[in-house]
């Protein structure tokens, strides 16, 4: 199921050299693409990129992080949309999941909901005709740099240089320019929707420990309605009632990947935190990253 290729190697701020290695995972709609930090053997720590992003937004976060932690089950880092599936997944799965980090993000986003019948009913007609017309679609082809503009224009909290580290993985070359390899369905309507009293329900069933890290011009300033920020208040409420970690850090939505040095101690802080004082020989497998 898994197919690794394109070994290349790094160098961590410790200076160790760490095998990075693409991985491709075929599923029914067409192909996952991912990156293996680490070691093959020992339990991963699932990084998952946020809605428009992709894997290469941990690119200077993870070198930065330990790479020798040993849990019996994986944990979970997540930024944005990433954040939103970690907590929906450790809500449904809370045996599996160790720890969970959420970097900019909630865990969840609810709905208002007397809005949820419009904002899923909408989803679903424009899922409807986009089915319609994709095949008449084509994609628009590029300069390199004017799709940094547009990637920057669009995603004001990321810097010059992230820019360039997402377009490695965002761009891929055609006759005439380059064109971006995201599903066109990520400017749809979300349909997966949840209210905050759900949202509660599911997040009283995470039993993993869970550090929220937000940026102060992050995610919140992005919302406009006043009700939102109440949701995100209760929902961090929450957190703290189940002695979960909240940190307020400076930078904006992208701070992980601008400036990871200014979340890097605090995420290895808490994974370290995690780490067993004594383990077995089957236990002492390092943390795949």
Same mark, same amino acid.
């Given at each position: ?80 949309? @990433? /954040?939103? !599936? ?10 599996? +999941?160790?720890? &969970?980090? $959420?970097?900019? =993000? ?69 006759? @005439? /320019?380059? !064109? ?10 979300? +349909?997966?929707? &949840?209210? $905050?009293?759900? =949202? ?90």
């Amino acid at each position: 199921m898994q197919t690794l290729k394109g070994v290349r190697h790094l160098m961590t701020s410790a200076t160790m050299k760490q095998t990075v290695s693409e991985f491709n995972m075929p599923v029914p709609w067409g192909e996952m693409r991912g990156k293996v930090w680490g070691p093959d053997r020992g339990r991963p720590i699932l990084c998952l990129h946020g809605w428009a992003d992709n894997c290469g937004t941990f690119n200077t976060l993870i070198p930065l992080l330990p790479k020798a932690l040993q849990w019996k089950r994986f944990s979970i880092i997540g930024h944005s949309m @990433g /954040g939103n !599936v970690a907590g929906m997944f450790s809500a449904l799965y809370p045996e599996m +999941v160790e720890s &969970v980090v $959420l970097l900019d =993000s909630y865990g969840f986003i609810p709905t208002d909901s007397k809005e949820l019948h419009t904002v899923i009913r909408q989803g679903f007609e424009e899922m409807l005709q986009f089915e319609k017309k994709k095949d008449e679609m084509k994609e628009k082809v590029y300069t390199y740099e004017n799709a940094l503009m547009r990637l920057l224009a669009a995603n004001p909290s990321l810097s010059k240089q992230s820019a360039h580290i997402l377009l490695e993985r965002g761009l891929a070359q055609v006759e @005439g /320019g380059v !064109v971006f390899t995201r599903d066109f369905r990520i400017n749809l309507k979300n +349909v997966v929707r &949840v209210s $905050l009293e759900q =949202s509660l329900e599911l997040q009283s069933r995470i039993q993993a420990r869970v550090l929220v890290v937000l940026a102060e011009e992050g995610f919140e300033k992005m919302f406009s309605e006043p009700e939102q920020k109440t949701f995100t208040s209760t929902l961090l409420q929450g957190y703290k009632d189940q002695s979960g970690m909240v940190v307020n850090v400076p930078g904006d939505h992208h701070v992980h990947l601008n400036t990871p040095e200014t979340v890097a101690q605090i995420v290895t802080d808490f994974l370290q935190e995690e780490a067993p004082s004594h383990s077995t020989a089957e236990d002492t497998q390092a943390a795949k990253l």
